[in-house]
């Protein structure tokens, strides 16, 4: 059996065993959540105060002091995360979630996590970004063995820097990492900052990818680069919730990718600046405004700005097919085909035939096309004027004037006051040509061939 003081004589947990029947009676209770909403931020009931973060569609674990120390426990297990309304998701995660719960902790606490394996697998926890003792690291086989199935381990150190981290496991990291297993870290500055600013909104989500086939429920893990659904934090729109601000408030989003691949994060209607990293808060002097950045593999970008501008602003990643749920890979291009007469001679061979793709995709918005059980809709998104062409990773940042400090309510769609709503103005003027240079001798015709397969996503 260990008690705190043997625990913490020992810099690395290689030589831990299971924590005891006795030591587990006295463990915090793990804390379960299963709903896709966003949750409240959790004011700190102990400890040195802090402005909470708000974790898009998800939550921040609560903690219990102990002799000085903060103490969570996290359930690493199968869940069921619901992506998007219709549409679930048969993923590995933590107390109940996909990603986990979001840590919230202040700069020179010390912090205890039991760490609780539920999975059919081996697993271990890294702290990424964290500076800690190198036992602590969570690398299993390097640093300590992995965590067996049905057994809790436990990690301790002290939170020594500020800013906004992540965690998931270093143990077969390719399936457990592709089937969800993740979380976000935050460590709040125990006092001013010269670097770190009062904000009046906190949000904080991962990005992340799947491979799920439509109507099954279980990620492909195997998939390298060829996915097919785009998301925050284990959410696809319509099923991202909005970020709201009051109008005037600063507005700081913490952005962490978990991909494979790289993200270009853009707003409308806004500047923003990046003002911190996973290596810690920008110097003021390093900074300039951005619409858009980039955020690579295993990065963390820290955004802010004022929302001062009133209305719907969409907020997604700028790669394009980002922005589309169940893509399929190999459907050929068929803008411009003439699929006269063949569409009904061949719905009498296969009776819900639809012409995709003749004038290009936007059709599929307004569409009823089947979709098998359990399957996200390509682009579902709905707006006040009709469909919105998008799904991924999509969401709006909604600021509106005279809200409440700390209301985070969707406040529905913005109104815009007359005469500032793009309008129709007539028909559009016939095709104008300019005379056709004469042919030259050397002249070819090329005829492009578009490179197949999608390996840069």
């Not at 955004?303 to 890979?329: P, R, V």
């Not at 004037?401 to 003027?429: I, K, M, S």
């Amino acid at each position: 059996m260990f008690n705190r003081r043997s625990l913490l004589a020992g810099s690395t947990l290689a030589s831990l065993a299971a924590v005891s029947k006795a030591a587990m009676a006295a463990l915090p209770e793990p804390v379960i959540q299963t709903s896709p909403d966003t949750q409240a931020p959790l004011i700190p009931p102990t400890g040195r105060p802090y402005n909470p973060v708000v974790t898009l569609n998800g939550w921040t674990a609560p903690w219990r002091m102990k002799d000085g120390v903060k103490e969570f426990h996290l359930v690493a297990e199968p869940v069921v995360r619901e992506m998007a309304p219709g549409f679930k998701a048969h993923l590995w995660g933590y107390n109940g979630q996909s990603p986990g719960p979001t840590i919230e902790v202040v700069e020179g606490d010390r912090v205890r996590i039991y760490v609780t394996n539920r999975l059919p697998e081996v697993t271990s926890m890294h702290w990424h970004g964290q500076r800690l003792p190198n036992g602590m690291d969570g690398v299993s086989g390097l640093t300590q063995p992995p965590i067996p199935p049905g057994k809790t381990w436990v990690y301790e150190f002290v939170a020594r820097r500020p800013g906004t981290f992540m965690y998931h496991p270093h143990a077969d990291e390719m399936v457990q990492m592709a089937m969800g297993m993740m979380g976000l870290w935050i460590t709040h500055p125990k006092a001013k900052h010269p670097h770190i600013a009062d904000v009046d909104r906190d949000y904080a989500f991962l990005l992340n990818a799947y491979d799920i086939d439509p109507g099954s429920a279980t990620p492909k893990v195997m998939t390298m680069l060829d996915f097919n659904l785009w998301s925050w934090n284990s959410r696809v729109f319509p099923g991202i919730a909005p970020l709201v601000a009051r109008q005037g408030d600063r507005v700081r989003i913490r952005v962490g990718n978990l991909t494979m691949t790289n993200h270009p994060i853009h707003i409308h209607g806004h500047e923003f600046e990046v003002t911190g990293t996973d290596g810690g808060p920008v110097p003021r002097t390093a900074r300039w405004p951005e619409v858009t950045t980039d955020i690579a593999v295993g990065q963390m970008r820290q955004l802010e700005f004022i929302a001062d501008e009133e209305g719907d602003w969409a907020f997604h990643c700028h790669k394009a097919h980002h922005t589309m749920n169940a893509m399929g890979h190999n459907v050929p291009t068929m803008i411009g085909v003439d699929h006269s007469g063949l569409a009904a001679r061949i719905r009498k061979l296969v009776p819900d035939y639809m012409v995709m793709g003749e004038r290009g995709m936007h059709d599929m918005t307004e569409m009823s096309m089947p979709l098998p059980d359990n399957t996200a809709p390509m682009m579902a998104g709905e707006g006040p004027f009709g469909p919105v062409a998008m799904g991924g990773m999509f969401s709006m940042l909604k600021v509106r004037r005279g809200l409440r400090r700390g209301d985070y309510t969707d406040p529905g769609w913005f109104q815009h006051p007359p005469g500032t709503v793009a309008r129709e103005v007539g028909d559009a003027p016939p095709a104008t040509s300019a005379p056709a240079p004469a042919p030259q001798a050397s002249d070819v015709e090329v005829q492009v061939r578009k490179p197949q397969g999608h390996h840069n996503h």
